[in-house]
Each structure stands twice: as structure tokens, then as C-alpha cells.
């Protein structure tokens, strides 16, 4: 028997406009860009809830009405789920329709789809609670598993996630930590108790989310059935297909003319006609499938590039400057308890500022080129650095008055 | 097999292998001094070339025009090791970079009649001893470096029959800013370019240009961007370290004073970057003919104390130069290539150019800015300045990406051209 668990990440940060030094101490809005540049995120956000979120919620509603057993889940990042709620409220509500269904999952992630778990263990807890408050309240679920930032994983952070009363974890399959075993099973990561980890079947998945539209490929128009087989063919050698990608594959990556819409239409059609094929929500496979052995990840790992570690965040000097001066300013934001600062200094952690600066293959303008709305990683670096010293500027001459807001408490579920 | 096809098939052997072996292309080259002698990157872009085609075993007759003091015994022992170089010098007073009226001036100087009584005369001369040096030397091809030496190869090219190259430096567009352009070096410039067999442009910015204002057809051009040569650099210590302990940070302008480079875009990027950091000096390296305006343009500005004028500087002290910046800027207003660039990253600073320049189409790793955004500009620097990590960051990767920007490449692209335009 295999199940196909499809996981759909749906992300967009609030990115930083070109803020200059002569911005410092004059203009606090950091992320309000108006031009029509790839920064302005209002714009950004309509022009990918028009070309994916509409029409890909409709397929996936249509698909859940038709398949009473098909089921599919997402993680929303918080920052993502402000913009809807600010830009976009019928994208709110079409998703909020999914997941009435009750056949649609959302995970757990850190509100601000941000790196804290490397940086700061407490803020990492405390944004996780923020998220899940969020969830609660936006779609009337509390999530069971959870998954970091762009699937970065190791063993001390499933321990903290166990500790938190998460039930499951996902992770990147990558090569180097599985060697010769198989995505397709369950593990246990090692020093956890109950703990269950999910791997990413990225060759099947890429070939989706990456693959799909290339001319180039040998398999290229990969089709609905040809899909199906492939995933048949893990029958016996298997358990659970893992297909985790962007959201944005259907539509925004993959454009509706490359036929990615019909594909996805079609897809649980030919994966019935297998009998021994089903769906399931990342917590159905934690209750169905029991782990096949302990996997020792210690260094970390993600889902971004060939090389699957954190070299799209952290690698060159700027970023390691960025991240560190971010994080530096965690007691004096705390400090003020106020929450517009706070808010800021947290929106200021989205990874994604961090991969607009990086320059690994800048020179080759490859897939970091194509995700990145500023000129050059280092118009990236420099907006985001002045915005910074503004931030500390605020937090620097901050009078506390009264009545603000308070933190949302830390609380574990169980 | 027969004997007779044995032997054909023999002799067409010999023959190939004949030409890979013995054929060797010879260069008739019409350029101008080499460093530390010369006085821009026209001097510099010669030599790496010419360098780099004897690597590939083109034999190069160099002319250049004879200077007191220094000439063509100086050039040969640079290349007295490799003998594919043989340097004639012509009697001249014309130096890169002169203009009508700076050449006046200098022939005031002059005893000796001579030299032309204008810039022009002496262009026109100058081709006449050219086309004396064409009739005694063999070669294959002609190749001549920017527009004073243009007619030389016009008149090498009469008196041979063989193909002419031009390879456009610069152009009267660029020199002047677009201001006030010269119509008698406009019209040699354009009627060198449409008897030419072919032309090099050092940049597409170049080659548009070409195709733009001289209405040379696209096809006629091929783009050859400048390289460089680590090893021509040596490196030499920052000699302004003292200041630079005392929390100074040094913000570098070099080239010459001129419309061309944007000397005032400098000086105005750096009003604004003192109003929010006071602790940056800005230098400007070179000379030319907007000095004395510039100078008093940081005086009107108050701005004096932080904008040092360091003359021109050549070898040691022009490494050292560029060693002491945090940042080099080049504002130009119109920059066919822009080599010092190129220069200040070996030297270990890190580059803000102007998005109208040539280099700005090979380096990816640099700051690029419009040069009338002096606030822009001002933006950046003071970013640079503020984060350690921003310039190691691009100086870091610029200095990677300038090992596939090298004369190697260069010079393979126009060995390649010689062939297409003799074939």
C-alpha cells in the first residue's frame, strides 16, 4: 500500500522597499513599496493570488468534492497569512473553505518564517506560539506537526519540537543523510521518544515543482499517469510518498499554460486507478505508519539547492552580519513591549532577506536571480541594514507609555 | 593504396600541418605607451594585449609616437625574452588624451618645426611617417588603437593592401561628455570607421554607440571587452593606515579630471555622505581640466577638509592608492570600459561604477549606480563604509570573478577576428 501525502508550503515575506540612509529617523515603513517594482508586496501578493491561490484552491476544492478520500495539507507562514487578511481577504477565505473540509491539514511553522532556531531558542518558541494562535483563530485548528523554516532540520531541533507536544516533523530526504535508505518510510530522529519524521521525497517532487515545464527533460510532458506509475511503482518498497513543494509551483512557478492545473486535476483520478494507492495528511501517517529506524541528523539540513544546508542564508560575510546584527536586538525590542516595533524587528527575520543576499551563484543568474526582487544581493543587503539602524533608532529612543499590548504566553500542546 | 594518392594524401598533410606550425600572423600595431609611462588605460589595455598575443605566438610590429625619455628601449626589454615583439617608434609630439587646444599649448613649448602646428597637423603627419614604416615591414593585418593613430592605419592600409582593425577606446562622444564634440576628429573618427575591414569596440555600450552616432552597421563590430593581469600588480601597503586607525574611512575618485569621468557627481555624492557620516575622506586621484573647478567646487560645498586632491599617481603610489580605499567610485558620464576598476580589485578595494560604463557589463560583483543619482551614490558609500561585511562581501567575489576577465580571453577574441577578416 502507498499513500501520497502532499504538503503544499505557502509563504510570501513582507520584503524590505529601498530604503536608504537618508530614510533613517524619517520613515519607519519599511515594507510599504508602491512602485511597480517586485518589492511592492500588495502587488505581489494579488499578481500570485490571481495566477495560483484562486485558481489552485478551486482545483484542490473541486478535487476534495469530488474524491471523498483525497485529503492534502499546507503550512501557511504567519507573515503570509497577514498579507491575505491585509491585501486579500477572499484568498483568506478560499483557503479557510479547504480547510473546512476537513480533509486539509495545516502544520506548524514559526510565524515569521524565520531562522530564530538557529539564533535564539526562546524566540523560536515564542513565534511558534504565535503561529499556532494564528492558526486557531484563522482556520479553527491547532496544528499536530510541524515544520521549519524551508525544511531546516537537525536533531536538537525534532527534540525541541517534541518537547513542545508536536507529534510529527518534516524534513528534506536528502541523499546525504539517507545514503542508501528510503524517503518513503517514517524515522524516528534520534533522541526523541515519540517523535515521528517525515522525509521529503524530493526526486518526485521536483519533478513537479522543478521540472514540470523543462524542455529538456527526458520525461518532459510528464502527464497525470505517467505521474501515477511512478508513484505506483513505490508500492511494496514503501509507505508514504512525501510530495512537499511551494504552493506556488501551480501557477506562478509552473504557469497555467504548461498545463500544471489539469495536471493536478487529474492526478488523484490516475492515482486511484491503482487500488493499493490512497491520501494522507502528514498526522495520518503518523497514526497509520510506525517509523522504520532512527535517523542522526546533526548537521543541519534544509531544502534549499543542490546543496540542501543552510549556504542560501548563511554563507557569505553580509549575511552573517545581517543575521547577527537582527538577533542582537531581540532584548531591546523585547524591552519595549511595543508592538509595532516588536512586529517590525520580527518581520525584519524572514529568511528570505537573508537568501536576497545571497551570492553564491549570483554570477550564473540562476534559480536565486529568479527568486530575488532586488537588482543585486548587495541592494538587498544595504536596504535592509538601513532599515535596520532605523529599527534600533526606534528601540534606542523608545519612551514606554501605557496600555500596550501583551506577548502571546508560551503554551505547550498536548 | 597508390602511390600517387599516398603522395597527395601526404602532401595535404604537410601542407595542414605546415600552417599550424610555421604560418605565423604578423600584426602591423599602431598604439601608444606602455605603464608606468602611460597616462591612462588606453597605455595599459596595449600592453595586456599585445602581451597576450605573442603568448599566442602573433608576431606584433609595435609603432608608438616617440617621447623624450622614454620610447621604445624600455618597451623592448619588457619583451626581450619572448622576440615576437619589435617595437618602431615615429617622431610625435601626440600623446593619448590631448585636445586641440592642450596640444597647442604644447607645441608652444617646442623649438623644433617639425611637429604640426595643430593637433590636426600633426594626426595628418604622423599617418605620413606611418604609411613610410607600412612600405618597409611585412604583415598580415592592421591594427590601431583610438583615433589619433586612426589615419596611420588608413595610410598602412593604402600603401599594403592589407585589412585594417580599429579598435575604438573611446569615442569623441565619450571624451567630451556628449558636450561640445570636436567635428573635425568626429569626421576622422567616422571616416576611419567606414574604410576600416572591421572594428573593435571594447564594449556593447561602445559598439552602440558606433552604430548609433557614426552610423556604422552592427555587423562591421566586434565587442572585445579589456582584460587584466594579476600579475602586473604588485602588492604594496596601504600608507594611509594611520588615518584609517583613527576610524577614517577613505572614499577613492581616479582617473582624470575630465566631463568624461564625472568628477563633480564625486564631489557631490560626497556633500551628501558627509551630512551623515563626517568621518570619510574622499580622494581624487588625476588630473585634467575640470581640476581647478572641482577643487573649488568642495570649497564652496565646505566640504574642503574631507576631499583631498592627490594629483596623478602612477606605479607604487597609485597602488597604494587604491590599497588605502574602502571603496573606489567611478561616476563616469560615459565610460567605454573603465580598467581602473579592474585595478582597484586586485589592489583589494572593493567598486561603485557608473551603470554607463563598459565594465559594468563584465563584473556583476560591483555596485552599480546612475551617475546623476549622487544621492544613490551617497547611499552606498555610506553603506560601504558602515559595514565591514558589504565590502568584503563584493571585494570578495569581484575578486573572483575578475580571473575570467583577463587578457587570455581578450586576445583569443581577436586572434579569432584576425582570421574571420583575412579568410
Redesign the interface.
Known amino acids: 500500500m502507498t499513500s501520497v501525502c502532499f504538503y503544499f508550503q505557502v509563504h510570501q515575506p513582507f520584503r524590505v522597499k529601498d530604503y ?3 530614510d533613517i529617523g524619517q520613515d519607519s515603513e519599511y515594507f510599504n513599496d508602491k512602485s511597480d517594482r517586485s518589492i511592492n508586496n500588495e502587488k505581489i501578493l494579488h499578481k500570485v493570488a490571481g495566477k495560483c491561490y484562486l485558481p489552485a484552491n478551486a482545483v484542490l476544492l473541486e478535487l476534495l468534492k469530488k474524491h471523498p478520500e483525497f485529503k492534502v495539507s499546507f503550512s501557511f507562514s504567519g507573515v503570509f497569512l497577514d498579507q491575505l487578511e491585509e491585501f486579500s481577504p477572499e484568498t483568506l477565505e478560499s483557503f479557510q473553505k479547504l480547510v473546512a473540509t476537513g480533509r486539509v491539514e495545516v502544520l506548524g511553522e514559526t510565524y515569521y518564517h524565520s531562522l530564530s532556531f538557529l539564533y535564539s531558542p526562546e524566540e523560536f518558541r515564542r513565534q511558534v506560539a504565535l503561529h499556532r494562535a494564528k492558526i486557531e483563530k484563522l482556520f479553527g485548528v491547532t496544528p499536530t506537526v510541524f515544520r521549519n523554516t524551508e525544511l531546516i532540520y537537525n536533531n536538537a531541533l525534532a527534540e525541541e519540537v517534541e518537547k513542545m507536544g508536536y507529534k510529527g516533523i518534516i524534513a528534506e530526504g536528502a541523499d546525504h543523510i539517507l545514503e542508501w535508505r528510503s524517503p518513503n518510510f517514517l524515522y524516528r530522529p534520534q533522541g526523541t521518544q515519540n517523535l515521528k519524521l517525515l522525509l521529503k521525497n524530493y526526486r518526485l517532487s521536483d519533478d513537479i515543482a522543478f521540472r514540470f515545464s523543462s524542455k529538456e527533460w527526458s520525461e518532459h510532458p510528464l502527464t497525470a499517469p505517467k505521474f501515477a506509475d511512478w508513484v505506483s511503482q513505490v508500492n511494496g518498497g514503501g509507505d508514504v510518498v512525501n510530495l512537499f513543494m511551494d504552493y506556488e509551483t501551480f501557477g506562478e512557478h509552473q504557469w497555467e499554460d504548461t498545463g500544471i492545473f489539469n495536471f493536478l486535476r487529474h492526478l488523484p483520478d490516475e492515482i486511484y486507478k491503482n487500488p493499493d494507492n490512497n491520501f494522507v495528511t502528514p498526522s495520518e501517517a503518523i497514526l497509520r505508519y510506525n517509523p522504520v529506524s532512527l535517523l542522526d541528523v546533526h548537521h543541519f539540513m534544509s531544502w534549499a539547492d543542490v546543496e540542501r544546508d543552510l549556504s542560501a542564508w548563511i554563507s ?3 549575511q ?3 543575521l547577527e546584527s537582527i538577533y542582537r536586538m531581540e532584548e531591546g525590542a523585547l524591552a519595549t513591549n511595543n508592538s509595532r516595533i516588536i512586529e517590525d524587528w520580527r518581520r525584519l527575520q524572514t529568511s528570505d532577506h537573508f537568501y536576497y543576499m545571497c ?1 553564491k551563484w ?2 550564473d543568474g540562476d534559480v536565486h536571480k529568479y527568486f530575488n526582487p532586488y ?5 538587498a ?2 536596504a535592509y ?2 532599515a535596520l539602524q532605523d529599527l534600533k533608532l526606534r528601540i534606542h529612543n523608545f519612551q514606554p507609555q501605557k496600555s500596550e499590548t501583551k506577548e502571546v504566553p508560551i503554551k505547550h500542546i498536548s | 593504396m597508390r602511390l600517387s594518392t599516398l603522395l597527395e594524401y601526404f602532401h595535404v598533410e604537410t601542407c595542414y600541418n605546415e600552417f599550424k606550425l610555421f604560418y605565423i600572423m604578423r600584426v602591423l600595431m599602431f598604439g601608444w605607451e606602455f605603464p608606468p609611462h602611460n597616462s591612462g588605460g588606453l597605455g595599459t589595455a596595449c600592453f595586456g594585449l599585445t602581451r597576450a598575443l605573442a603568448a599566442r605566438k602573433i608576431d606584433v610590429l609595435f609603432v608608438l609616437p616617440k617621447r623624450v625619455g622614454v620610447g621604445a628601449s624600455f618597451m623592448n626589454i619588457l619583451f626581450a625574452d619572448d622576440g615576437k615583439v619589435r617595437f618602431t617608434e615615429i617622431e610625435t609630439t601626440l600623446r593619448p588624451y590631448v585636445t586641440s587646444e592642450s596640444y597647442v599649448r604644447l607645441r608652444d613649448n617646442i623649438v623644433s618645426d617639425i611637429y604640426g602646428n595643430t593637433l590636426m597637423q600633426e594626426v595628418r603627419r604622423y599617418a605620413m611617417r606611418a604609411r613610410e614604416v607600412a612600405k618597409n615591414e611585412h604583415f598580415d593585418i592592421i591594427h590601431a588603437h583610438d583615433w589619433l593613430s586612426f589615419l596611420a592605419g588608413i595610410e598602412a592600409k593604402k600603401v599594403s593592401g592589407k585589412p585594417l582593425i580599429l579598435h575604438v577606446h573611446a569615442t569623441e562622444f565619450d571624451r567630451t561628455g556628449e558636450q561640445g564634440v570636436n567635428q573635425e576628429i568626429y569626421d576622422i573618427e567616422r571616416m576611419s570607421l567606414e574604410q576600416a575591414d572591421g572594428i573593435i569596440a571594447v564594449s556593447n555600450l561602445t559598439k552602440e554607440r558606433l552604430v548609433k552616432n557614426y552610423g556604422i552597421p552592427r555587423e562591421k563590430i566586434r565587442v572585445v571587452h579589456n582584460g587584466i593581469d594579476e600579475c602586473d600588480y604588485l602588492v604594496t601597503p596601504d600608507r594611509l593606515s594611520e588615518l584609517k586607525r583613527a576610524g577614517q574611512k577613505v572614499v577613492l575618485f581616479l582617473g582624470r579630471i575630465t566631463i568624461q569621468k564625472g568628477p563633480e557627481y564625486f564631489i557631490r555624492a560626497a556633500k551628501r555622505a558627509l551630512e ?1 557620516d563626517p568621518n570619510i575622506l574622499f580622494i581624487v586621484a588625476g588630473s585634467g581640466d575640470m581640476e581647478r573647478q572641482m577643487i573649488l567646487e568642495a570649497a564652496n560645498s565646505g566640504i574642503s577638509c574631507q576631499v583631498l586632491f592627490a594629483g596623478f599617481l602612477r606605479g607604487e603610489e597609485l597602488t597604494a592608492m587604491y590599497r588605502s580605499a574602502d571603496l573606489f567610485v567611478m561616476p563616469s558620464v560615459s565610460e567605454p570600459f573603465g580598467l581602473t576598476t579592474l585595478e582597484s580589485i586586485i589592489a583589494g578595494t572593493p567598486v561603485l561604477i557608473s551603470k554607463q560604463s563598459g565594465v559594468s557589463e563584465v563584473l ?2 560591483a ?2 549606480t546612475d551617475f546623476w543619482d549622487t ?2 551614490m ?3 558609500i ?2 560601504v563604509v ?5 565590502k ?3 571585494w ?2 569581484s575578486r573572483e ?1 575578475l580571473k575570467k576577465i583577463s587578457w587570455d580571453v581578450a586576445s583569443k577574441k581577436c586572434v579569432d577576428y584576425y582570421e574571420d577578416i583575412l579568410r
Open positions: 536608504r540612509v537618508f557569505n560575510p553580509m552573517h552580519d545581517a551570492t549570483f554570477n537588482n543585486t544581493p548587495y541592494e543587503f544595504i541594514m538601513n | 551623515y556583476v560583483h555596485l552599480k544621492d544613490d551617497a547611499n552606498k555610506l553603506s558602515s559595514h565591514r561585511s558589504l568584503d562581501t563584493l570578495g567575489n570573478e
